[in-house]
């Protein structure tokens, strides 16, 4: 136990030592293909070859390790390594060290399959507003559009954009295994370190616009037609609606108001829309509500209000022959086994339709993700270890 925490505190500080790349000085922000990928590549790379494994950089900016085995079966470890702005150290980037570790706690002895650490190059969405390009360029998932957009920044990495296609997995994958940070504060509140994923909510998005008539604040109150007071009445609904539905999330995350002067009743009020579950058909009758609700607001205040959809992904159930390893990993490491949602979106939902996929949550202490307070527990990364180790060890008897 007394080595592997201090195998965790390693692991931690390799993450510190990636947070140094960074497009802004005192804060953490990397995104897709920006020149500080450069030295995360560079660093990467050093801890995958000192672990013994072959490294490549893809088309796409995914660097790729692989740990040779006896056969050409292949299980993926992976996470993304870009960040959105002004982040923590840990959200994707640990994912990619522990599955480095977990080569490294082999010793050179060679598995009934090989493994092979992705670091995938971008998953946040921050460059282009497309998230996990890094991911759907190893399923060959790209689509035209999207690769001429991205091209550019591609070659400008010294990358050739016409070799995209060669990321695809051309291998016999077993199984994608992703370590993540919660995210949320739902282990810290239960006092656990890890849980196990055993699905990652679908998510829907709109654009809601109310319009009214903007007038001089001396206007009357009953005669008004105020699209911003329409939109605060439908946003408490929108609370609500989430807090009577166990597992619903629902989030209006951003509000623009025009014209947007402080003595002008609003005549526009546009508000964005998320919302998520495990299970898409609640997810699609709340949302179904909320949209009424909203039809039902604006026809009272005698506005008027549009919806548009800018995001309808499913839900994806982690892969049970899976997860069940990972359960008993977590067991046999001493751990409680506890099973949840990701209510975020994350690689592995992309690889789960074409590749058996699980996850591991580590606690968030304080349910920070996405700021620079985010924070690992040295604990929490031991068990972690400690149960990808006990995972290996048995699809090693399984494959044997």
């Not at 460059?127 to 550019?152: N, Q, T, W």
């Not at 007071?229 to 929108?238: K, L, R, Y």
């Not at 546009?270 to 949302?287: E, P, Q, T, Y």
Request: with cysteine; proline share 5%; net charge negative.
């Amino acid at each position: 136990m007394e080595r592997l925490l201090s195998v965790a505190h390693e692991v931690i500080g390799r993450c510190h030592a990636l947070a140094e790349f960074t497009e802004e000085p005192g804060h953490i922000t990397r995104t897709f293909l920006s020149p500080p990928m450069r030295g995360v590549h560079a660093q990467v790379r050093q801890w995958m070859e000192a672990a013994g494994m072959s490294v490549r950089v893809d088309a796409a900016g995914n660097i790729r390790g692989v740990y040779a085995g006896q056969t050409s079966a292949r299980l993926l470890i992976g996470s993304h390594l870009d960040t959105v702005p002004h982040a923590g150290a840990f959200d994707g980037i640990l994912g990619v060290i522990l599955g480095i570790t977990l080569v490294e706690s082999l010793g050179g002895r060679r598995l009934p399959f090989q493994i092979e650490v992705i670091g995938f190059s971008e998953e946040e969405g921050v460059k282009f507003g497309v998230p996990f390009i890094g991911s759907r360029a190893v399923i060959g998932d790209l689509d035209p559009a999207l690769i001429e957009r991205i091209s550019p920044a591609i070659a400008d990495f010294g990358l050739d954009p016409a070799q995209l296609a060669e990321a695809r997995l051309d291998s016999d994958a077993l199984g994608y295994l992703e370590f993540h940070i919660e995210q949320g504060p739902v282990l810290e509140n239960l006092d656990c370190a890890v849980a196990v994923v055993e699905a990652i909510a679908g998510q829907s998005r709109f654009e809601i616009a109310f319009r009214g008539d903007a007038n001089h604040a001396a206007t009357p109150m009953l005669s008004r037609r105020d699209a911003l007071a329409a939109a605060a009445e439908w946003i408490s609904a929108v609370e609500r609606e989430a807090l009577a539905a166990e597992g619903l999330l629902a989030t209006v995350g951003s509000i623009e108001v025009e014209p947007g002067a402080a003595n002008v009743i609003a005549g526009v009020a546009r508000a964005s829309l998320d919302v998520r579950h495990g299970d898409d058909a609640i997810r699609a009758a709340a949302a179904g509500r909320l949209l009424g609700c909203a039809q039902t607001i604006a026809a009272r205040r005698g506005v008027t209000v549009a919806s548009k959809r800018h995001l309808d992904r499913p839900a994806v159930r982690m892969d049970a022959a899976l997860v069940s390893p990972l359960e008993r990993a977590v067991a046999r490491a001493g751990h409680p086994v506890h099973r949840m949602t990701s209510g975020a979106g994350h690689d592995a939902m992309i690889l789960a339709p074409i590749v058996p996929a699980a996850m591991l949550f580590v606690r968030s202490p304080g349910g920070v993700s996405h700021h620079p307070a985010e924070t690992v527990l040295p604990e929490d990364v031991t068990a972690a270890l400690q149960a990808g180790m006990s995972f290996l060890e048995e699809l090693e008897a399984r494959h044997a």
